[in-house]
């Protein structure tokens, strides 16, 4: 012991040399010549290896004395005691310390003090693992490892990085089923649920949950919860916002300051549609109650999803996107009036949105009619047409937006729509991608506490939770690196 301590004694002295020649550095002859660039990444790399110094006695001061002999589970004294070493991969690099263990004839060997620092079971820190997988859920594995080797110096392998983001996806269910809902004072007074879906490409193959046949693609299913105020608005300032330029020249958008979502939850998953919206209806549950006037489910014109919607929430009102309306309005216009550059096609749509936007519907699909009849188009000019007309027609029902409006409901199903870009096609339907499932679910889980800005609390959350299955308590001190760097303040 009294070597262990002279070491550390030996050690400090030699950091606060460090640190001294870290502040000449700064202030020295060699400062009065330096460009800033130059000297910025010179100091980051010596307060890395300081770090990593650091680090190395906090671990050392801690593993200095001998523990307290612990029990087995059947409470056999584990009395035999050597000094092993473990591995601590952080951020400053990697550090080998020795700690005492405890052992028995026929009982594991124990380390008291792995408990107390909440060692991870493999030698990656969760600071870490936090960085890293911060990293990766935006950027594909091999440039996230070459970031992270430019940066920190650390060498990561693709392989490493796949499974941390495994391991570190396995709390996100428990975490979610946790979190508070917002009280019934902070809600607005529609509630709304959305869903959607976008496919991944897996390895191998697997049944199509529609089709029953091979596909090497799985949809994955995105949903929404939120609550919103009341924004009555009338259809033109609606058809203002979406048209710009559609037979107003170049008059600026007006500007409309619309309530924020409140308490926006969104989850993924590739375990189909049943098991995407079981959980929806479950946080509904959770949110519903007497504070909620009105409940709006919006869906695009997919009868899978509108199905689930109906059937799932027969309370709530189905309102069908307006942006997929104008999905299908647009075609039309340019196949009856020659494109979408001619001005009497951007009037065309300016006038059919307002008429479907004060509720006459059916007055859009009789003029629709009308001009196909007299146009005499050909048959692949006609298609556009037909289409709107057939998807007017059959979601008719969920188009009642005179009503919508007027009740301050929402009628764009912008948040799932982006869910689904930013979510699934922006970091998993790249060109080339292929999934294992269990990867492509576990990059949907964290992905989702990313864009529910949930990322910070999740990881507190699954340390907490990683500590609980190690040592059996539920208690965590925290970052280690945090420890050592509050040590040497």
């Given at each position: 012991m009294a070597a262990d301590s002279g070491d550390?004694?030996?050690?400090?002295?030699?950091?606060?040399?460090?640190?001294r020649a870290l502040s000449l550095m700064v202030t020295g002859c060699e400062a009065a010549t330096s460009a800033a660039a130059s000297m910025e990444l010179r100091i980051f790399r010596e307060v890395l290896a300081l770090g990593r110094r650091l680090l190395e006695v906090f671990f050392m001061a801690r593993a200095v004395s001998r523990p307290a002999v612990p029990v087995a589970p059947d409470g056999t004294p584990l009395?035999?005691?050597?000094?092993?070493?473990?591995?601590?991969?952080?951020?400053?690099?990697?550090?080998?310390?020795?700690?005492?263990?405890?052992?028995?004839?026929?009982?594991?060997?124990?380390?008291?003090?792995?408990?107390?620092?909440?060692?991870?079971?493999?030698?990656?820190?969760?600071?870490?693992?936090?960085?890293?997988?911060?990293?990766?859920?935006?950027?594909?594995?091999?440039?996230s490892a070459r970031t992270l080797e430019h940066i920190l110096g650390l060498d990561l392998a693709k392989s490493a990085l796949e499974t941390l983001v495994e391991e570190d996806a396995v709390d996100v269910d428990a975490f979610y089923a946790q979190k508070p809902v917002p009280t019934a004072a902070e809600e607005g007074p529609i509630l709304v649920v959305q869903a959607d879906g976008a496919g991944v490409r897996l390895v191998?193959?697997?049944?199509?949950?529609?089709?029953?046949?091979?596909?090497?693609?799985?949809e994955a299913v995105v949903t929404t919860i939120y609550s919103i105020q009341r924004h009555v608005r009338t259809a033109q300032a609606v058809v203002d916002a979406l048209l710009r330029d559609a037979g107003q020249g170049n008059t600026p958008r007006p500007r409309v300051v619309r309530p924020a979502p409140i308490g926006k939850e969104t989850r993924a998953t590739l375990d189909g549609k049943s098991a995407a919206f079981a959980r929806l209806r479950e946080r509904v549950e959770h949110r519903d109650g007497p504070h909620v006037q009105?409940?709006?489910?919006?869906?695009?014109?997919?009868?899978?999803?509108?199905?689930?919607?109906?059937?799932?929430?027969?309370?709530?009102?189905?309102?069908?996107?307006?942006?997929h309306v104008l999905g299908y309005l647009w075609p039309a216009a340019q196949a009856l009036h020659g494109g979408w550059l001619s001005k009497d096609?951007?009037?065309?749509?300016?006038?059919?949105?307002?008429?479907?936007?004060?509720?006459?519907?059916?007055a859009v699909i009789d003029d629709l009619t009308t001009r196909l009849d007299a146009a005499?188009?050909?048959?692949?000019?006609?298609?556009?047409?037909?289409?709107?007309?057939?998807?007017?027609?059959?979601?008719?029902?969920s188009m009642r937006y005179d009503l919508y409006l007027a009740r301050g409901w929402p009628i764009a199903s912008g948040a799932i729509e982006g869910a689904c870009k930013h979510v699934v096609r922006g970091r998993m339907d790249c060109s080339g991608m292929k999934w294992a499932r269990p990867g492509a679910n576990?990059?949907?889980?964290?992905?989702?506490?990313?864009?529910?800005?949930?990322w910070d609390d999740y990881q507190r959350f699954h340390c907490q939770q990683e500590h609980l299955r190690l040592y059996g308590t539920s208690s965590h001190p925290g970052p280690i690196e945090a420890q050592a760097l509050a040590l040497a303040a």
């Open positions: 550390i004694v030996d050690r400090v002295a030699q950091l606060q040399e460090d640190f009395s035999e005691c050597h000094r092993r070493p473990t591995t601590y991969l952080s951020v400053f690099g990697k550090i080998t310390f020795p700690r005492h263990r405890f052992f028995a004839p026929g009982q594991a060997g124990v380390s008291p003090l792995d408990a107390e620092l909440s060692l991870p079971e493999r030698c990656y820190s969760p600071l870490l693992r936090d960085w890293a997988g911060h990293e990766v859920v935006d950027a594909a594995y091999d440039p191998g193959t697997e049944p199509s949950e529609r089709t029953g046949h091979q596909t090497s693609k799985r009105e409940r709006v489910a919006l869906t695009d014109g997919a009868a899978a999803y509108q199905d689930r919607m109906t059937t799932t929430f027969p309370n709530f009102t189905l309102v069908l996107d307006i942006m096609c951007r009037v065309y749509v300016r006038r059919q949105l307002e008429t479907l936007l004060a509720g006459q519907t059916q005499r188009l050909p048959s692949y000019r006609r298609k556009p047409v037909d289409d709107a007309i057939r998807y007017f027609t059959n979601h008719a029902s576990a990059m949907l889980k964290l992905r989702i506490v990313r864009i529910n800005d949930d």
